[in-house]
C-alpha cells in the first residue's frame, strides 16, 4: 500500500469514518490490497480484490423500506454495502436513515438531494426544495452536541465521484456526478448525450439518481432487469456499461417494491431485486408532516 503526494489532513478529511482506515479514498481493507494509481487524486491506491458488494440508492428517507432491503442483504452473502447517494430528501426518516448508512455501509456518495439538505437545493421543484429544508432543520434538532457534530461530519464527507476496480461511482453521471439524469429513455432518444457520458466512463460505472434500475450498454441501449434472465445481467468485457440499482426508498419505474442490487466481481455479475416494505406506515408519516406534501406520500405508493 502506498500513497504520495496527500497531506494526513486531506486524506483524513477523504474517509469515512473516524474509525476506518483513513489513508485512503476509497475505502480499501488492509488484507486485500494491490496498488494502482488513481489519476484525479493523483495518489497511489490500493485496488480491491473483487467481492460482493450490495448496491444501495436513492434512500430518501425512507427507514422502512431501508429496514426491509438491509434485512434481505444480511440473509446473502455480502461482504460490503456500498451507497450510491440521496440519503436524504423527500422522506419522514432522514436522520435514522443516515445514521443506519454509517453504520452500515462501507461509504456513501453525496446526491443532489443531500447536497440540497447540506449546502443548497439545485433545481428543485417547490415540493423538493420544502422537503430539503425540513430535512435540514431535522438534522439541526439533534440537541446531543457529539450526535449532532458526528452526523454532520459523516454528511460532510459524503464522495462525488470514487473508484474501485473497473468501477467509477456517481450519484447522477459520469460527466457532472451530482445532478445529471441518465434516463432509460436516452439510449433511444439521445445517442449524442450517451456517447459523451460513456467517453467519462473507463469500463463501468456505478450510478443512481433516475430510481429506475437497469443497465446502459454503449451501443446505446438499455436493459431493464425484467428484460435479463434471472434479472441478473452478466459483464461480458465487451463494451462499457451504466448499471443503476433503482431506488431504495422512492422507485419511479411503476413498481413501488424496493430496489437494491447485487454486484459480484468474480460472477462478473448484478443481479436486481425488489422488496415489499411496509409503504402505508411511510405514507402516514408524510401525511402528518405538514412540510412534506402528500404527493410524496402517493408517489409511493405508485411507484413514480
Ligand atoms: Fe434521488
Same mark, same amino acid.
Given at each position: 500500500m502506498g500513497i504520495t503526494g496527500a497531506s494526513p489532513l486531506r486524506l483524513d478529511i477523504l474517509s469515512w469514518q473516524?474509525?476506518r482506515r483513513p489513508d485512503c479514498p476509497d475505502h480499501v481493507d488492509g488484507?486485500r490490497a494491490l496498488q494502482v494509481r488513481f489519476p484525479v487524486l493523483q495518489v497511489e491506491l490500493e485496488q480491491e480484490i473483487?467481492?460482493?458488494?450490495?448496491?444501495?440508492?436513492?434512500?430518501?428517507?425512507?427507514?422502512?423500506?431501508?429496514?426491509?432491503?438491509?434485512?434481505?442483504?444480511?440473509?446473502?452473502?455480502?461482504?460490503?454495502?456500498i451507497?450510491?447517494g440521496?440519503?436524504?430528501?423527500?422522506?419522514?426518516?432522514?436522520?435514522?436513515?443516515?445514521?443506519?448508512?454509517?453504520?452500515?455501509?462501507d461509504w456513501s456518495l453525496m446526491?443532489?438531494?443531500?447536497?440540497?439538505?447540506?449546502?443548497?437545493?439545485?433545481?428543485?421543484?417547490?415540493?423538493?426544495?420544502?422537503?430539503?429544508?425540513?430535512?435540514?432543520?431535522?438534522?439541526?434538532?439533534?440537541?446531543?452536541?457529539?450526535?449532532?457534530?458526528?452526523?454532520?461530519?459523516?454528511?460532510g464527507r459524503l464522495r462525488v465521484r470514487t473508484s474501485f476496480n473497473d468501477f467509477l461511482c456517481v450519484h447522477g453521471s459520469p460527466r457532472r456526478p451530482i445532478?445529471?439524469?441518465?434516463?432509460?429513455?436516452?439510449?433511444?432518444?439521445?445517442?449524442?448525450?450517451?456517447?459523451?457520458l460513456f467517453e467519462h466512463v473507463p469500463q463501468y460505472c456505478l450510478?443512481?439518481?433516475?430510481?429506475?434500475?437497469?443497465?446502459?450498454? $454503449?451501443?446505446?441501449?438499455? +436493459?431493464?432487469?425484467? !428484460?435479463? %434472465?434471472?434479472? =441478473?445481467?452478466? #459483464?461480458?468485457?465487451?463494451?462499457k456499461?451504466?448499471?443503476?440499482?433503482?431506488?431504495?426508498?422512492?422507485?419511479?419505474?411503476? $413498481?413501488?417494491?424496493?430496489? +437494491?442490487?447485487?454486484? !459480484?466481481? %468474480?460472477?462478473? =455479475?448484478?443481479? #436486481?431485486?425488489?422488496?415489499?416494505?411496509?409503504?402505508?406506515?411511510?405514507?402516514?408519516?408524510?401525511?402528518?408532516?405538514?412540510?412534506?406534501?402528500?404527493?410524496?406520500?402517493?408517489?409511493?405508493?405508485?411507484?413514480?
Amino acid at each position: 500500500m502506498g500513497i504520495t503526494g496527500a497531506s494526513p489532513l486531506r486524506l483524513d478529511i477523504l474517509s469515512w469514518q473516524p474509525n476506518r482506515r483513513p489513508d485512503c479514498p476509497d475505502h480499501v481493507d488492509g488484507h486485500r490490497a494491490l496498488q494502482v494509481r488513481f489519476p484525479v487524486l493523483q495518489v497511489e491506491l490500493e485496488q480491491e480484490i473483487p467481492v460482493r458488494t450490495a448496491l444501495v440508492s436513492d434512500i430518501h428517507g425512507n427507514l422502512e423500506a431501508l429496514n426491509v432491503v438491509l434485512d434481505d442483504i444480511d440473509r446473502r452473502t455480502v461482504d460490503r454495502i456500498i451507497s450510491l447517494g440521496d440519503i436524504l430528501g423527500y422522506g419522514p426518516d432522514p436522520v435514522a436513515c443516515v445514521d443506519l448508512v454509517a453504520e452500515r455501509c462501507d461509504w456513501s456518495l453525496m446526491g443532489n438531494h443531500d447536497y440540497g439538505a447540506l449546502y443548497e437545493p439545485t433545481n428543485f421543484n417547490a415540493a423538493a426544495e420544502q422537503a430539503a429544508y425540513w430535512t435540514r432543520a431535522q438534522l439541526e434538532l439533534e440537541e446531543d452536541e457529539t450526535a449532532a457534530a458526528q452526523r454532520w461530519e459523516i454528511l460532510g464527507r459524503l464522495r462525488v465521484r470514487t473508484s474501485f476496480n473497473d468501477f467509477l461511482c456517481v450519484h447522477g453521471s459520469p460527466r457532472r456526478p451530482i445532478n445529471e439524469y441518465i434516463f432509460p429513455e436516452d439510449a433511444i432518444n439521445s445517442p449524442v448525450k450517451m456517447k459523451q457520458l460513456f467517453e467519462h466512463v473507463p469500463q463501468y460505472c456505478l450510478v443512481g439518481h433516475t430510481h429506475v434500475p437497469g443497465v446502459f450498454t $454503449d451501443e446505446p441501449d438499455f +436493459y431493464g432487469p425484467e !428484460d435479463m %434472465d434471472d434479472r =441478473t445481467w452478466k #459483464f461480458t468485457g465487451e463494451g462499457k456499461c451504466i448499471v443503476n440499482p433503482g431506488s431504495v426508498g422512492q422507485p419511479r419505474d411503476l $413498481d413501488p417494491r424496493s430496489s +437494491y442490487a447485487i454486484l !459480484d466481481e %468474480d460472477a462478473k =455479475t448484478v443481479e #436486481f431485486f425488489r422488496l415489499e416494505y411496509d409503504i402505508d406506515a411511510v405514507v402516514k408519516k408524510i401525511y402528518a408532516i405538514p412540510e412534506l406534501t402528500n404527493w410524496l406520500g402517493d408517489r409511493l405508493i405508485e411507484g413514480r
